[in-house]
């Protein structure tokens, strides 16, 4: 742009509404005269250090480009193009990822010291808002499918039940997908939930493709949730930590959620992120169709390849179809890659995919592992893996392939199976009475029977295996133990092999 900017171009600058995209309009500001005598502190400057060719587009709340927590410009139209891709009543942007629309969601609808329904395998975010506003937890426990070691989906009738049991709680929690892409029955369980007279939030972050295309399930929004997460980062292309909220119906109060999101997310929120997720929806508007297609055709191909297989599997929902399960569908972007019963621990066919392969799954338990894939992965990218898989699971018998567990060589016998569901527990306080106690470190096998002061989990994916307020059983202890001994990464266990408890 001429240094000498006109009316008319000064003008432009300040438009709203126009159709730019947002990137486009920070693009131009950035290649402006305009000079920053605002924050951020690096002042679009080409100087300032190894980042400097980020800074062009990092900017703050200045005339012509909005407020996201007071949007009527850009920003509420880029709220509106995300609304009108998911077919929500409401949508808002999220800058601090979907843990902050899950407790936004959480204290929205909730009273301080009342009462909450939600499944068990819910991400730790759903317990830290329990925590904030001091709820008494009860829980739905989904089945195991045994074949995996992973949760079953959400049944309708039992949450159903459980609001009978328990009809003072405000609202309901299910994740749906799982992290290991179990779907439940949205729709029925939002009939049940509503009949009750009670508000359903579905953390479907890692669902943000779900209803985009034929070929995917339905999406939560469609099937009547009342509020619904998405993390456009974890299965779209947008930058990490960029989510989205939907809110529809007239059970939840908009104010208070507008009001909790102005509260819980930055008062400086990043340009470049809102700019990554206005893109990412433009891209899925233009490419969606073409990019669901490939992904689907690309999936069967592996799917294909990998029936030539021996010892590994891959977890299917027609493989699940004939079976007592209460999950409706498998998100085919969620490859739970199994060598339970075999000679082989995830933790070792992680490692091998990574070392050798140099290929980097998103995460291993004692028997499977997960690889996320997504409308963006590349034909090399699926043929890689179904190649090295191939390799993997012929010399899975003909080497009988060694583990090792903190440098030491194993045989993978030793490494007991276990599941990653969590295990009931006995509650003897309110997690957030737990979270304020006093506390103490104890060495993790001499636990058993005292109350838990802090998470303990896997991560990822970031469930608890307990929570705080609940007593360490024997088997839960055990459970703790093996994934230890499978070398996972357990969280609340420090590396002297501690446990935070209560006094």
């Known amino acids: 742009m001429d240094r000498n900017v006109t009316d008319k171009e000064s003008s432009n600058l300040r438009q709203h509404g126009d159709g730019k995209s947002l990137y486009a309009a920070l693009s131009e500001y950035g290649d402006s005269d305009y000079y920053p005598y605002h924050m951020p502190g690096h ?4 100087s300032a250090g190894e980042m400097a060719r980020y800074y062009g587009i990092d900017i703050t709340e200045i005339d012509g480009f909005d407020d996201l927590h007071h949007a009527e410009g850009i920003l509420r139209d880029a709220e509106e193009r995300a609304n009108r891709l998911y077919g929500a009543e409401e949508t808002y942007y999220l800058v601090n990822g979907s843990t902050c629309g899950v407790l936004a969601s959480i204290m929205t609808v909730t009273e301080r010291g009342s009462e909450l329904l939600i499944a068990r395998n ?4 759903v317990y830290h808002a329990a925590i904030l506003q001091e709820l008494t937890l009860h829980y739905y426990y989904p089945p195991l499918l045994e074949e995996y070691g992973i949760c079953d989906g959400v049944a309708a009738d039992g949450i159903a039940r459980l609001l009978d049991e328990h009809p003072f709680c405000q609202a309901v929690v299910v994740t749906s997908p799982t992290y290991e892409g179990i779907v439940s029955d949205i729709q029925a369980i939002a009939d049940a939930v509503h009949e009750k007279g009670k508000i359903l939030i579905v953390d479907e972050a890692h669902g943000a493709h779900f209803g985009l295309d034929a070929s995917m399930p339905r999406g939560a929004v469609e099937c009547g949730a009342d509020l619904v997460i998405h993390s456009l980062h974890k299965t779209l292309p947008a930058m990490t930590q960029t989510a989205l909220i939907h809110v529809q119906g007239d059970r939840v109060d908009r104010r208070k959620l507008r009001e909790y999101l102005r509260m819980l997310q930055t008062s400086s929120p990043s340009y470049v992120m809102m ?3 206005d893109a990412c929806v433009r891209y899925v508007e233009e490419h969606g169709a073409e990019r669901f297609a490939f992904m689907r055709h690309q999936y069967d191909l592996f799917c294909n390849k990998m029936e030539r297989c021996r010892h590994i599997r891959i977890g299917e929902m027609t493989e699940m179809s004939q079976k007592n399960c209460f999950f409706t569908d498998w998100d085919i972007g969620k490859l739970v890659i199994s060598v339970r019963h075999t000679s082989v621990s995830g933790r070792r066919l992680y490692d091998v995919l990574r070392e050798e392969y140099h290929l980097q799954p998103e995460m291993a338990v004692s028997d499977y592992v997960l690889a996320i894939m997504t409308i963006m992965d590349t034909e090399e990218g699926w043929q890689r893996l179904a190649d090295a898989l191939l ?8 080497e009988k392939m060694i583990d090792t567990v903190d440098g030491r060589c194993i045989a993978a016998k030793e490494i007991q199976i276990s599941n990653t569901a969590p295990m009931p527990a006995a509650v003897s306080m309110t997690a957030a009475c737990a979270f304020h106690k006093d506390r103490e470190e104890v060495p993790l096998a001499e636990s058993e ?6 998470f303990i989990n896997l991560y990822p994916p970031g469930i ?3 929570v705080p307020g609940e007593v360490i059983s024997k088997e839960t202890l055990m459970q703790i133990e093996e994934h230890l001994r499978a070398g996972l990464q357990v969280r609340g266990v ?4 501690k446990v935070s408890v209560v006094l």
Not at 122 to 125: G, I, L, P, T
Not at 494 to 497: K, Y
């Open 43 to 46: 002042k679009r400057s080409k």
């Open 391 to 398: 390799q993997i699971d012929g010399r899975i018998e003909e």
């Open 275 to 277: 700019a990554s997720m």
């Open 122 to 125: 819910c991400h730790k975010s």
């Open 464 to 466: 608890p295996i307990l």
């Open 494 to 497: 420090t590396a002297e092999g």
């Open 449 to 454: 029977g005292r109350v838990v002061a802090d």
